[in-house]
């Protein structure tokens, strides 16, 4: 127990210098409680990172560099804990208060499943919608994936929260996670300098069918012979409309459900190509990635038809073998 509290006023000590020189640092606890990591933190700079599941030097690095670029973008404080599976973050957002933070400055608590997001210039729906897309995002990726589209999203809704456009550079930073293929990057980019506001999602498309014309009486004709016409083809009309929606609905959930398999695949790839950079063909790898990744953008833009579903199903090979690529790739490094 002695040799504990030694290593851990040691980093303190060391904490506090970096305060002075305005550097970040990572603390390892061998049980990351909120009283410890309350301690460490307030002998922190601008930015601090807890955690304590073990992460090496590399991990820890990727982790700090998301904590200073939060801070730098915002200029705010930035702070991450990072904790065990079984270990809930709720209990860590009190810090943020016994921190003395305030306004822009934010607090991350994760166990890689469950988040606490702690940003007092946001209000939760914005918060809530920031973690909602990192998970939407990135499906089964890791925590630090993530970590880093919760971060993104944290500084486009800040940015958004005080009424400033973001740069191009700065757009593309803030949606960095979201695997967006050039063509589709330019053209948010374009409705966000517009609106000031990312899009929500396509909505789906409902058709509507055109009213009946109302027909005066004829001379000769009843008028109950009239009604019952009117009634005959109103129900006509009205199963044909039926059929044509329900037929369109069938082909809409198809399409879905085709473009959910290369969708996630596309995902895969652009989250897990960090280190290919280097790599002799990344050039080649990263332009057939874009290729496949428009032609989904295309099938998702468009109307959901029996060709369309064809091309999905096709496009579910070809993104497969893109993945190929980039594991053959990884695994030649």
Known sequence: ?????????????????LAVVGCSLTVTLAHAAPEDVLKFLQNTGQTGVA????????????????????????????????????????????????????????????????????????SHEA???????????????????????????????LSQAKGQRLSWNEFQAANAGKGWSGQRMSSEYDHYKTTGQLPSGTLA??????????????????????????????????????RRRKRDADVAGELKQMLSG????????????????????FGQ???AANACQAKLDELKRGTATREAVA???????????VRRMFDEAKMAR
């Open 262 to 281: 290369p969708e996630n695949v596309m995902t895969d790839v652009y989250m897990n190509m960090d280190g290919l950079e280097n790599h002799p063909r």
């Open 127 to 157: 918060k809530q919608a920031a973690v909602d897309r990192a998970l939407a995002s990135s499906g089964d990726a890791k925590p630090i994936p993530r970590l880093k589209i919760v971060a993104n999203e944290l500084t486009l809704a």
């Open 51 to 122: 955690q304590n599941v073990g992460l090496d030097a590399g991990k820890k690095g990727e982790v700090e560099a998301i904590a200073n670029d939060l801070a730098a973008k915002t200029g705010s404080k930035a702070y991450i804990v990072l904790l065990k599976r079984d270990e809930g973050p709720q209990e860590y957002g009190s810090l943020y208060e016994r921190l003395n933070m305030k306004g822009k400055d934010i607090l991350i608590a994760s166990n890689g499943t469950q988040w606490e997001v702690k940003v007092a210039a946001l």
């Open 285 to 287: 790898l990263l332009d």
């Open 311 to 321: 091309k999905a199903r096709s496009l579910n090979d070809e993104a497969n073998r």
């Open 205 to 242: 498309t409902v058709g509507h069918s055109a009213p009946v014309p109302y027909t005066a009486q004829s001379a000769g004709i009843g008028f109950g012979t009239w009604a019952f016409m009117g009634a005959l083809v109103a129900a006509i009309v009205g199963v044909v409309i039926w």
């Open 1 to 17: 127990m002695p040799r504990l509290w030694t290593r851990m006023a040691t980093k303190v000590v060391v904490a506090q210098f």
